[in-house]
């Protein structure tokens, strides 16, 4: 039988896709070698950086994030190199597996999936490395397993005051374009990201931002690569072209995104999706349940991930969530797999649709069978109104 | 500034357009002269006969609504015929006047807008014709200025009860394929309806249903007509065709609305509409506002009219939910001018849409200071759940 | 079996609809009452005007070309008023059909089908008509069905000479938009148009274009009618509204048609479809085929009708290029049905379209055995290089 | 000016992207890893094994078709392995490149780019490789830069012929799905292909088809890899799902071009390209010109490659036919830059639009004064009528 009316698509990513972003993507395919090319490559280039908020560099991938989570580690590191990381969740401890597949010697800083990275512990280690061996500082900004944010300027101070020359090298693939990120104000080296979630696109892009030393530093790297090879990128970029074919399609739709960030202004964009968050912890609390990150300050704008209580399956209540109310909800990774849902509340998405979408938790709640408080959407309404 | 998400169209029509149907208009316009047409022509005459509920004929214009309105009338009464309607509310009234405009003789039982036509009323107005005079009678299945539903039913049996030979003619330009509604089980005569409400479609095709009995009695008709001419229809009609140039990519989307409405099953659509009405109504009836239908069991699943409280302007509260909340609620016309906003919950429609819905509402009845509960919201929730 | 490649639907309209307006019209319909609807409205009425060519009076309907028709008639000659008609064709003679349909007097200039009306045929018959019961000369500007432009001005003139004070009424359905068009400086009282010619729309949109003197004498005209009525239209249109539900997604594309013609230009527009006519009467008489148009001066930029020799089927020949060669060209109309064939080259269309097109005819006509030279189709390249 | 009609894109890929694809890349995106995704999966999978015609493996990657080579060697040869390589022409010679860049050791059997890959020259060379330190032989089977098919059966018997264990690795990625390729039944290990090409598709996803043998020796291969890694693939692709995130959007597309290609049927598909490479041969050699592809029975049914006569520049050419005809043409690549000129004559594509192009050709090199006979067309028209 047919579900009337529109799907929820509110797992942290992809996020629903606006019908400008689809029309976009879906205008006729042209030459990328052509001389109308040069005007959108420009326009994708530079508008990215507006988007990492930098002067400096900004390379497209026609790829998956992870594909930009790989670029970022063979440009700046050796084979053999150390790489520091810090578990703030699933995706991080994926980044430092990849790191250890690729020929790196990743070292994961053990986390609690609580809350964000912690500096101080990443400036200790850091000067204990009186060597430098360290090539890079690998940090998760917006952990989407969980819901959490690191201080990504704070860890920028750690490294200063440690003196230590390693590269600063940021995942904010689910934090770009939804929650605030500086790319040079504070000091970043290297940002990965991806075009399915603040940037509202289907995937199939990614992006690395790069600093003008990274970009140096990647000559004498001799990690062998090329697909994710920077300096193969920034001859033809000059130029508004690419060294192989790249993904016209989604560029249209990524500078129909850029454009409608703007037209929102990035600050509201920020605003919004904090005020999401905030009304989504309410509900959350009037059930009478606990949100997964626990540290004050570090809650996402982006998602937030629920503990059930204890005996009851978050997955069966995701399931029921999705057949009766047609609402898709993230599933807990790993160590938190059926312990917690997540709750995207990112991309293009506004106060009426966070409604929507916490009346359909709160209704899968109440047919699955978890207890739980009533009341929790009314509340989040009436922190909706007082904002 | 751009306000992020999707607008929230809830008007009693046009509805929210879904995307199949959006995508199915945008098919390249083919030959409808040619060997291909044939297939789309039966698909969507064939296709309406099952949306009526009719094994009689259906006429398709390409027109709005108000010119299946015109075409029911100029193809049953000749010139100066008189026509007995009853004054549902505003659209009923409309109906009326332009009977009049084009050289009818309309006679229209006064109503109160406050439920549906009374079978009483007309069947002693039709005793006391004893001459025949009256053609047709007209009635409106959902008034949409007020969401009162009219007893079709009742009202044949009405008109049988009087031995009166006139047309019964109904407008269920917003009841059909979101109420139930059968043309041929209840006797009816003359159906108009259009495509922009339960059917999901952009505005710009319009219907008429008509019996055999009706059909022939148009041989008869001398008022002058040609577009509207359902005899020109017949011939092309049988081969798949139509006498002058159809609305071609709409029928591809009426084609895709009627399948998408079997897919999910006429009952479960009407039930729906029902369970949104009723859900609606207990928002209202938690916030301290009037529903506008008084008569129990003549509320409309289609749209529910609230009335503001004396001193207070309905379309003050509508442009202030627009703008905040980026929700298009619907206006009270003429009679009840500033009086009173319709809340569309039709088409392609789900129980997170309506949450959406009513948190608009309540957000914005707080945001422009009209007096009222909180709690509306909530309280269709407990009902939603309990449905 | 699927036949690869892009359909060439080269009938003479519809024509192919450019992707630019087919996401236009998918984009999501919006309320026709709300704040946002009335730049679209004052958009499409204002721009429209400028496709016309006329300071005066536009009106749109959601109907197609026939209905607008019917709306010229309605609004400018009371029920039993004489009009005068000129037999270009097959469109010609069915507009007087319609005249006598609604009630009107149509009085039919007998024509041969192979150029446009004869304005001193028209003079004479005017200076007869010293009682002036003439009340409007009703013209085609390009007949669909011969492939013959009418001199408009020339019929002016002859109006003119006459000192007759009827009004100038000319069906540019398929001319408007592709041939020249002034409706002021011609002296044009009512255009009637549609939107799937030159327009590039699907149809379901028509067109009035009326003089100041036409619409206040359209006060004192008693032919009933309501849907049509200009006088309902113009207060809702001064305010970017109309009186009953818009086609809202055809506007959209309406909207985008205009800026698309001014993009080109409207001369360059003119001069392209006057090109491609040239070119196709090269490939005919290559071919040693004979055009209908016989009238030095008045083949039509939009259309070329083609005699196949005696014998020989032109609809034979038409389906056996639409088997092969996936190509739709138009069918001969009542007189001359299976005589010629039609081969339409309006709306958004170019050199490399056109030679698409009459390599698809010179190939049909070689496979389906008519008689011919080969090289048509080099001709005409030719004749398109030296342009 | 904006230039009517559509752009014709004859570059020999991106092909034009057909409307049922462009429709189905902009459906909504869906959760990945959500229960109705493994039916996209599967069907993807699925589909690309009856095109590549294997029943052994498929992987595909989020990627433009540069990745699928690099994924090809990672997965095949270990760090300082050596593969033999062909120089069939720019892409051959840019595929060792990447060899080099990634840490292999290519060797590149020296070719005139003017025919496809030598079986005996491969034979000898691999007879000479006693030691069997040759890992892979590499050949392109449509040589996109020149126009010329290697005949990779005979490549397969030549290794065959050496007893030699290479694997055979070939780079399909303009030639699948325009003419014939059978991976089960020529024996080869692993084919390299895109998307954009004869899949119809815009850029962005690319494909490794490999055997079972190559897939167990990669086990072995001690190459770092990560995002290419065929292992990863292998377990989430069992359930209709992918180890990172995919490019859901454009899977969507290769489902549709999948089902496109088995309704037009792959036999039918092959005999369309060839009957338009024969049929464009025929116009170049009635211009005068030359074809690159020098030997008989090698010439591609995907572009041909033409040169200029001495003194004259391809590029000027392919500028003017651009400008005045909306037509892209391919560019000569590196030995070849400017000396020739690339028609694409693939993906969705039918005898109109190749006279089309052939018309854009013959204007472009009348306008640009490229010596050369009229009438080009013409004898491609013959061509087709005698086919």
């Given at each position: 039988?047919?579900?009337?009316?529109?799907?929820?698509?509110?797992?942290?990513?992809?996020?629903?896709?606006?019908?400008?972003?689809?029309?976009?993507?879906?205008?006729?395919?042209?030459?990328?070698?052509?001389?109308?090319?040069?005007?959108?490559?420009?326009?994708?280039?530079?508008?990215?950086?507006?988007?990492?908020?930098?002067?400096?560099?900004?390379?497209?991938?026609?790829?998956?994030?992870?594909?930009?989570?790989?670029?970022?580690?063979?440009?700046?590191?050796?084979?053999?190199?150390k790489v520091l990381?810090y578990?703030?969740?699933?995706?991080?401890?994926?980044?430092?597996?990849?790191?250890?597949?690729?020929?790196?010697?990743?070292e994961?800083i053990?986390?609690?999936?609580?809350?964000?990275?912690d500096p101080n512990q990443i400036e200790d280690r850091l000067r204990a490395d009186s060597q430098h061996e360290i090539k890079?500082v690998?940090?998760?900004?917006?952990?989407?397993?969980?819901?959490?944010?690191?201080?990504?300027?704070?860890?920028?101070?750690a490294m200063?005051a440690a003196k230590h020359p390693a590269?600063?090298?940021?995942?904010?693939?689910?934090?770009?374009?939804?929650?605030?990120?500086?790319?040079?104000?504070?000091?970043?080296?290297?940002?990965?990201?991806?075009?399915?979630?603040?940037?509202?696109?289907?995937?199939?892009?990614?992006?690395?931002?790069?600093?003008?030393?990274?970009?140096?530093?990647?000559?004498?790297?001799?990690?062998?690569?090329?697909?994710?090879?920077?300096?193969?990128?920034?001859?033809?970029?000059?130029?508004?072209?690419?060294?192989?074919?790249?993904?016209?399609?989604?560029?249209?739709?990524?500078?129909?995104?850029?454009?409608?960030?703007?037209?929102?202004?990035?600050?509201?964009?920020?605003?919004?999706?904090?005020?999401?968050?905030?009304?989504?912890?309410?509900?959350?609390?009037?059930?009478?349940?606990?949100?997964?990150?626990?540290?004050?300050?570090?809650?996402?704008?982006?998602?937030?991930?629920?503990?059930?209580?204890?005996?009851?399956?978050?997955?069966?209540?995701?399931?029921?969530?999705?057949?009766?109310?047609?609402?898709?909800?993230?599933?807990?990774?790993?160590?938190?797999?059926?312990?917690?849902?997540?709750?995207?509340?990112?991309?293009?998405?506004?106060?009426?649709?966070?409604?929507?979408?916490?009346?359909?938790?709160?209704?899968?709640?109440?047919?699955?069978?978890?207890?739980?408080?009533?009341?929790?959407?009314?509340?989040?309404?009436?922190?909706?109104?007082?904002?």
């Open positions: 039988m047919r579900q009337a009316g529109r799907h929820f698509l509110q797992i942290p990513g992809p996020s629903a896709v606006p019908e400008r972003i689809l029309k976009a993507i879906s205008l006729q395919t042209i030459d990328h070698r052509g001389p109308d090319f040069a005007e959108i490559g420009h326009k994708a280039l530079a508008g990215m950086k507006t988007i990492f908020k930098t002067e400096q560099n900004v390379f497209i991938y026609p790829s998956s994030g992870t594909g930009a989570w790989e670029a970022a580690l063979v440009n700046t590191v050796s084979s053999g190199g990381m578990e703030t969740g699933h995706f991080a401890f994926m980044w430092s597996n990849l790191a250890g597949k690729i020929g790196l010697l990743p994961l053990e986390g609690d999936w609580r809350g964000g990275a890079a690998c940090v998760v900004h917006n952990e989407t397993s969980t819901g959490s944010v690191s201080p990504i300027e704070d860890v920028r101070r200063d590269l600063l090298m940021v995942d904010s693939i689910s934090g770009l374009a939804s929650i605030d990120f500086r790319f040079d104000d504070w000091g970043v080296d290297v940002c990965v990201s991806g075009s399915q979630k603040g940037l509202m696109l289907p995937p199939g892009l990614s992006f690395n931002a790069v600093s003008d030393r990274a970009l140096e530093n990647s000559k004498t790297v001799t990690t062998p690569r090329s697909y994710w090879d920077w300096q193969d990128m920034v001859g033809p970029n000059q130029k508004g072209f690419f060294p192989y074919t790249p993904g016209t399609n989604l560029l249209y739709g990524l500078i129909e995104a850029i454009d409608m960030l703007h037209e929102e202004g990035l600050d509201n964009v920020f605003a919004r999706h904090s005020r999401h968050g905030t009304a989504t912890r309410a509900a959350v609390q009037a059930w009478g349940l606990e949100v997964l990150c626990a540290r004050q300050g570090q809650e996402s704008g982006v998602l937030t991930a629920v503990k059930v209580p204890e005996g009851h399956s978050a997955d069966a209540f995701r399931a029921t969530a999705l057949k009766h109310y047609d609402i898709s909800l993230g599933n807990g990774l790993s160590k938190v797999a059926d312990k917690v849902f997540r709750i995207g509340h990112l991309g293009d998405f506004n106060d009426l649709m966070l409604m929507a979408t916490l009346s359909g938790v709160e209704m899968g709640l109440d047919k699955s069978g978890v207890p739980h408080n009533a009341g929790g959407t009314q509340a989040a309404l009436e922190h909706l109104k007082a904002a």
